[in-house]
């Protein structure tokens, strides 16, 4: 198994601009989550599906970001405008159903830099 | 209001040194807490994990870590350190109910190993 894969790996991106993340999770597993990673914050959950459907959105920082699943093996997390405050690691992580919350598998991240 | 702190955002020990990275929950139910480990470019992997079973557990690569209720701690510990262990360790606590749970996570530790 190619395992969870994220793409682009890095982007650097000016103030303003629009930025589409993207997730194709392990073939099989129904529950999806997105999180952000900066220093200053750590690591946050900024939203969960489980089936495609969100499920928890609650850290999603603001109107300009963005999710969706459109299929099992898809997802986005769109950042319009994207500022500097936004650059951080985003991850993507998926799990198996029936497993529990901590049987997730991480993808390497996408390293967002905005200027 | 389930969370963990770890203190101490570096530690840097010698190669065959003992390892020990401190973390601290709080909880107002009998918490479940994991350690994570990051390697650099990589996602989270899941090292350890205590679920109210026996409070001395053992993860991979070496790894242990003790539950101390008296103490409120989970520290991670490895009598010898090895150079591929310098990564990024994340302890973390599920927070929520049988409904929905998520991952809260520390700021992290970055984990140095000298020669």
């Known amino acids: 198994d190619a395992g969870v894969i994220q793409s682009p790996r890095h982007e650097v991106t000016e103030m303003g601009q629009e930025v589409t993340l993207r997730c194709k999770p392990i073939s099989g597993h129904n529950s999806l989550f997105w999180y952000r990673q900066t220093m200053m914050r750590g690591l946050e959950l900024l939203i969960y599906f489980n089936n495609n459907v969100p499920i928890d959105d609650s850290g999603m920082p603001e109107d300009r970001f963005s999710a969706k699943m459109p299929n099992a093996s898809f997802s986005t997390l769109k950042i319009q405008p994207s500022e500097p405050r936004d650059s951080a690691v985003y991850f993507c992580?998926?799990?198996?159903?029936?497993?529990?919350?901590?049987?997730?598998?991480f993808g390497p991240g996408t390293r967002l830099t905005v200027l | 209001a389930q969370s963990v702190t770890q203190l101490g955002s570096h530690v840097s020990v010698s190669e065959g040194a003992l390892v020990l990275l401190r973390c601290n929950y709080s909880?107002?139910?009998?918490?479940?807490l994991f350690w994570y480990v990051q390697y650099p470019n990589q996602g989270l992997q899941l090292l350890l994990k205590y679920t109210s079973a026996a409070t001395l557990v053992k993860g991979i690569n070496g790894f242990e870590a003790e539950f101390k209720k008296s103490e409120t701690s989970f520290h991670l510990t490895k009598p010898s350190a090895h150079m591929s262990d310098a990564a990024e360790y994340f302890c973390?606590?599920?927070?929520?109910?049988?409904?929905?749970?998520?991952?809260?996570f520390g700021t992290g530790t970055r984990l140095l190993v000298s020669p």
């Open positions: 992580a998926s799990r198996e159903p029936g497993l529990g919350i901590d049987e997730q598998f």
């Open positions: 973390a606590v599920i927070k929520g109910n049988t409904g929905f749970q998520k991952l809260v």
């Open positions: 909880s107002s139910v009998p918490p479940y």
